[in-house]
């Protein structure tokens, strides 16, 4: 069956098909999220670049955006890649879930178009429904919030329903509950408020109990898998640490949303509260790092994907340094006070997201295109070096951090100046925006995302490439017993 | 083997995940309910939309260490004074605008949003509106079309967004009312336009 060496769909099983199309929308996604952020940091730069016509709000919105969908599809792209492995059965609704496939991403597409051609509405609910909702990160407008719900209630379904007629794993226990959390959190941001307290009250339990708990736990269950496909760890290990992850992340993130609350309006309780659970939430991130590196240790890191593994051990410690580290810097009401909505935010902001969710995704890529090439050697001795994986993670995970270090310094100016000394004002905001250690770390900002660029033009290179003519098989990591 | 002890075991983490899970989300239920309670319309924290009468300041309070703000005498936006229902309606339309407009993705609300422009918690007390007596007017002017005002030194300029008239006088009263929610002293050392007659 399998052909070795060409992209051919007979390698795949049913789920697996249909993942390959949302990971390849991810794909031009994450092009689209680099591409509009490049335009967003030169604004920065250059603040006439586009004036009037892509503003830094619209060009904004579908950068932060296009990495919310873009993870998504990630995301439900892998459940549904390692749906008949774990299960041993066959997706249920197969077509329904390609059907849903088609539906979700054309609306997706009018939703990008109407932002980028009528960016704007009057202020009447009918802009709300119709053109954007105007809240940082869920602006879809409201037709398509029932279109993404239709969507993942049927993909929903699917996951169940598959796992129910096959094997129901410790994983699966864990994969289904966690999607039932994750998409009932989202109607928690599809209603209208005028007080800007509630609204931003809810809307910080979809930001939050998405970004903190339910993506975390997420994607602790595709490292779970993973590591069993790449290095062949027993599942009774892996699903025990999955179960340690879960605990310490709902355990910590939970309350943890509390950080959110120090200044919206919010009494004061939530001080302790989510000052003390915000304070725990990089605990599982440290176990997660200590799970994947002792087990790849253990197996002197023999694997069967190397750009997987790779991408796993990027992620672990990404995770940490950018969820974990980065986010503890400024989750203490304290320091909060003057970080809150400063360029830490988005320092923070953009390692958390890469380092946690854009990586382990990107190791899903990797293990899709192996066994889409008729599981093909992926290991050592790649021709010329498997040079392009290895610079593409370089130049990936160098720009992120040499822009995420850029907002920081950025951010450190913005705290003193504009936060502490001249108290948010208008003008305390643009003397901080005007101070040349600050405009510096802008332009870095922008020179490093264009590394982070070029990273990406390798990587979608190399995805098209890796395997292709290789004679030699896989050798599947050795299960133990 | 060390999976034979129980603080090792698939079990005991299976049952600690679920049991620190729904503990946790029991806890959260009850607080969301307390601090939904604390925060509608018309408490201390979140005044009513009617505050809009009144002057808002933003006082450091001996007690909290913090600045909180202080509703004062009679005066009404617009100098005209409008009743709890027409409050809300305009403070309605001003927040309706200020996501058809997409203002958070250029500025922050109450902190949260993009960081390309100033922080608008406290932006109906900025003293670069000048004084008290054109400060409504040069809002009002400026929402509606900003591209040709004076900004800053760094060249960024907001864009004219298509708001009319009534939008603008909207968003002021928007404006307003939020500069009366007590954030616990969020922005920190913020310095108010001179209000005092």
């Known amino acids: ?481 | 083997m060390a999976t034979n002890q129980w603080w090792a075991s698939e079990s005991f983490w299976r049952k600690t995940a679920i049991w620190v899970t729904g503990g946790s989300m029991v806890v959260l239920m009850l607080l969301t309910m307390d601090t939904l309670s604390q925060i509608s319309v018309g408490t201390t924290r979140v005044p009513a939309y009617s505050v809009i009468n009144h002057r808002i300041e933003y006082k450091f309070d001996e007690q909290r260490r913090v600045q909180v703000p202080v509703i004062g005498v009679k005066e009404p936006l617009f100098g005209k004074e409008l009743n709890e229902e027409e409050a809300e309606a305009l403070v309605k339309l001003g927040k309706l605008t200020t996501q058809a407009k997409n203002c958070m993705n250029c500025h922050t609300l109450l902190g949260n949003g993009a960081y390309y422009a100033p922080d608008l918690t406290k932006a109906w007390l900025d003293q670069y509106w000048g004084t008290k007596e054109v400060r409504e007017v040069q809002m009002v002017e400026f929402i509606k079309d900003p591209s040709d005002k004076l900004h800053n030194s760094v060249g960024r300029r907001m864009p004219k967004l298509g708001i009319t008239d009534e939008e603008a006088r909207g968003v002021v009263a928007f404006l307003k009312w939020m500069s009366s929610i007590d954030t616990n002293g969020f922005p920190y050392n913020f310095k108010s336009i001179e209000q005092e007659n």
């Open chain 1, 1 to 481: 069956m399998a052909t070795l060496g060409i992209c051919d769909s007979a390698n795949l099983n049913g789920g697996q098909k249909l993942a390959v199309k949302y990971f390849t929308v991810a794909i031009v996604l994450l092009g689209a999220q680099v591409l509009f952020g490049l335009l967003a940091g030169l604004q920065y730069l250059y603040p006439d670049f586009l004036y009037g016509v892509l503003d830094f709000s619209v060009n904004r919105m579908v950068h932060i955006n296009a990495l919310v969908v873009w993870l998504l599809y990630g995301f439900l792209g892998s459940v549904y890649w390692l749906l008949e492995d774990e299960s041993q059965h066959e997706v249920v609704g197969l077509k329904l879930g390609n059907l849903i496939f088609w539906v979700l991403t054309a609306a997706v597409t009018v939703v990008v178009l109407v932002y980028l051609l009528v960016q704007v509405g009057p202020g009447t609910e009918s802009t709300i429904w119709l053109i954007n909702e105007g809240r940082e990160y869920i602006e879809a407008p409201r037709w398509a919030d029932i279109g993404i719900v239709v969507s993942v209630l049927v993909v929903f379904y699917n996951v169940a329903a598959t796992f129910n007629k096959g094997r129901y794993t410790g994983i699966a226990g864990v994969l289904v509950l966690d999607m039932l959390a994750l998409f009932g959190i989202y109607l928690a941001g599809v209603f209208y408020t005028t007080n800007i307290s509630i609204d931003q009250y809810w809307w910080w339990w979809v930001i939050h109990l998405w970004v903190e708990a339910t993506w975390e736990v997420m994607v602790a269950c595709i490292m779970a898998y993973g590591l069993m496909k790449v290095l062949g760890v027993r599942r009774k290990i892996v699903e025990t640490w999955l179960y340690i992850e879960v605990a310490l992340m709902f355990g910590s993130g939970i309350l943890g949303l509390g950080h959110h609350y120090f200044w919206i309006g919010t009494p004061e309780y939530w001080f302790s509260i989510g000052g003390f659970f915000s304070a725990l939430e990089p605990i599982p991130l440290v176990a997660m790092v200590v799970h994947a590196v002792f087990d790849a240790g253990a197996r002197h890191a023999k694997n069967s994907n190397h750009p997987t593994m790779a991408w796993l051990i990027a992620h672990a410690f990404g995770n940490f340094f950018g969820a974990g580290v980065w986010g503890f810097m400024h989750t203490l009401p304290q320091i909060n006070l003057y970080t809150h909505g400063t360029q830490w935010s988005a320092s923070h902001g953009h390692l958390a997201f890469f380092g946690a969710y854009a990586t382990i995704v990107i190791a899903m890529f990797y293990l899709a295109v192996q066994k889409w090439r008729g599981d093909v050697w992926m290991s050592g001795e790649l021709p010329g070096n498997g040079w392009k994986w290895k610079w593409s993670l370089g130049l990936l995970n160098l720009g992120m951090v040499g822009m995420t270090v850029s907002m920081l310094v950025s951010g450190y100016v913005q705290s003193q100046i504009e936060r502490a000394i001249e108290g948010s004002s208008w003008i305390g905001y643009f003397a901080a925006q005007s101070h040349h250690w600050f405009a510096q770390g802008m332009w870095w900002r922008e020179l490093f995302g264009v590394m982070f660029a070029l990273g990406f033009v390798l990587l979608v290179w190399d995805l098209m490439t890796i395997g292709r003519g290789e004679k030699r098989t896989m050798v599947p990591a050795e299960s133990e017993a």
